[in-house]
């Protein structure tokens, strides 16, 4: 195992000699420190507290089906070639099958769409549209008692583009949430003190904030006299998100001279990098270490994680995960989508771990912890990038009232919308609504 000290020899380093030079081949000097090291992160004894909280975590590329689905259902199914990774875990988690969003156009937009089941070609005239997420929806509930209302995360900083997002949250008018993909800064921000100087430059920015929000209320409001029914709803929605966002000013205002939790950086990977392909593994480790530490810290209580964008990734040994999914019906590409698919639930199942190993009141932090994981893609039989049958697993929160060891199935072409499983897990989490999206109701079994 490379060192922090050590120096990594560059892939662009020649061999010079007699008057020709000559490429090196890929040596572990080459490698990044943290290639084939098992992370060593240790969890804590003990919570905070005892909290409701969710966590959301997106695959792209969708799944090798073929081996994700279980052949049977209910309590005394067999789990799937693949969902074997989450054997130990088995009495904490639901298989859901045949679900879908219906309104989804499909392809490699689904992380645009996972956790809002919006239409993005609903508006004529417009390109793009997307409605609020459910995590948003329940961040607007617990948001108000932690330092941050949710933190979202990706391997890609930002928002990226219309229908290829870098983040699964999008606030109350469709407008995604930028995401974080660097664990050093991500660290930094949860646990690191700001200095004096740094507050200062904090408030002075968070009263400009408000005070341009002021000015934009009173323009709104002498515009609003002059417009039609129509015009009117769509600035009621406008009033809305400003409303939103000065009640996240003042958050981060009264959170301005309050202690950050003391959490040391031991044994946290925290240079891992997620655009280097070797690198992968060890950082999805980190960014759910952090995201189990903000939670254990009671930092937020809501978290999205894309671990990849659509159409990008990598797996366990640095393949590239996009092109599997292409892979029209072909064995040896299935197989290999099959094995990025248990590499991934391997990062899954290491996180389930922490969190049961966490005491928690009675139980364990699982337990207050519901977890959403899945693709808004089905790369089908044929690579067919579908928005049905979407591979979908929920688990924990067993506490919260979710009923687990088991596969619901339901008919990929009759369905009720995945939607409903997203109002079910935000009426757990405490939100007082009987509607989300396109939802139809709860889901019968999961609750």
Same mark, same amino acid.
């Given at each position: 195992m490379q060192t922090s000290s050590t120096r990594l020899l560059s892939r662009r380093h020649l061999l010079r000699g007699a008057g020709a030079m000559l490429a090196l081949p890929l040596l572990d000097a080459m490698l990044p420190r943290t290639w084939g090291a098992p992370s060593q992160f240790k969890p804590w004894n003990r919570s905070h507290g005892p909290q409701p909280r969710m966590i959301c975590c997106y695959i792209p590329n969708g799944v090798n089906i073929l081996e994700w689905v279980p052949e049977t259902t209910g309590k005394e199914y067999q789990l799937?070639?693949?969902?074997?990774?989450?054997?130990?875990?088995?009495?904490?988690?639901?298989?859901?099958?045949?679900?879908?969003?219906?309104?989804?156009?499909?392809?490699?937009?689904?992380?645009?769409?996972?956790?809002?089941?919006?239409?993005?070609?609903?508006?004529?005239?417009?390109?793009?549209?997307?409605?609020? /997420?459910?995590?948003?929806?329940?961040? +607007?509930?617990?948001?108000?008692?932690?330092?941050?209302?949710? &933190? !979202? =995360?990706?391997? *890609?900083?930002?928002?990226?583009?219309?229908?290829?997002?870098?983040?699964?949250?999008?606030?109350?008018?469709?407008?995604?949430?930028?995401?974080?993909?660097?664990?050093?800064?991500?660290?930094?921000?949860?646990?690191?003190?700001?200095?004096?100087?740094?507050?200062?430059?904090?408030?002075r920015r968070l009263a400009e904030k408000k005070s341009i929000l002021d000015s934009v209320r009173e323009d709104a409001k002498?515009?609003?006299?002059?417009?039609?029914?129509?015009?009117?709803?769509?600035?009621?929605?406008?009033?809305?998100?400003?409303?939103?966002?000065?009640?996240?000013? /003042?958050?981060?205002?009264?959170?301005? +001279?309050?202690?950050?939790?003391?959490?040391?950086?031991?044994? &946290? !990977? =925290?240079?891992? *990098?997620?655009?280097?392909?070797?690198?992968?593994?060890?950082?999805?480790?980190?960014?759910?270490?952090?995201?189990?530490?903000?939670?254990?810290?009671?930092?937020?209580?809501v978290i999205t994680f894309e671990w990849s964008r659509e159409a990008g990734g990598f797996g366990g040994g640095g393949e590239n995960h996009h092109e599997y999914s292409h892979h029209g019906g072909d064995a040896g590409m299935l197989a290999k989508l099959g094995q990025i698919d248990r590499f991934h639930l391997s990062k899954l199942d290491r996180f389930m771990n922490l969190l049961k190993s966490t005491t928690e009141a009675d139980s364990h932090m699982l337990d207050q912890t519901i977890i959403v994981y899945g693709s808004g893609m089905n790369s089908g039989k044929g690579g067919e990038h579908s928005p049905k049958n979407l591979p979908l697993l929920v688990a924990g929160g067993r506490k919260l009232g979710l009923k687990h060891g088991q596969h619901l199935a339901f008919d990929p072409d009759k369905h009720p919308p995945l939607s409903n499983v997203l109002l079910s897990l935000a009426q757990k989490m405490g939100v007082e609504s009987d509607r989300f999206s396109d939802a139809t109701g709860t889901l019968t079994g999961l609750v």
């Open positions: 799937s070639k693949t969902l074997q990774v989450l054997e130990p875990h088995r009495d904490d988690f639901t298989v859901l099958s045949g679900l879908g969003h219906p309104a989804s156009q499909g392809g490699h937009s689904g992380a645009d769409t996972w956790l809002t089941g919006a239409n993005l070609q609903a508006v004529p005239g417009a390109d793009y549209t997307n409605s609020v /997420s459910v995590d948003q929806i329940v961040a +607007d509930l617990h948001g108000r008692h932690t330092r941050y209302g949710s &933190l !979202q =995360l990706s391997d *890609q900083s930002g928002t990226g583009s219309a229908g290829h997002s870098h983040t699964l949250s999008f606030d109350v008018n469709g407008t995604p949430l930028p995401a974080e993909n660097s664990p050093q800064r991500l660290f930094e921000r949860l646990f690191v003190p700001e200095s004096a100087a740094d507050k200062t430059a904090t408030l002498r515009l609003e006299k002059t417009l039609g029914k129509r015009d009117r709803q769509k600035l009621d929605e406008y009033f809305t998100s400003i409303r939103t966002t000065e009640e996240q000013l /003042s958050r981060m205002e009264a959170w301005i +001279d309050r202690p950050k939790p003391e959490v040391p950086p031991t044994n &946290l !990977q =925290l240079g891992s *990098q997620p655009g280097n392909a070797h690198d992968r593994p060890m950082w999805i480790d980190v960014m759910l270490e952090l995201a189990y530490l903000a939670f254990l810290t009671d930092t937020t209580r």
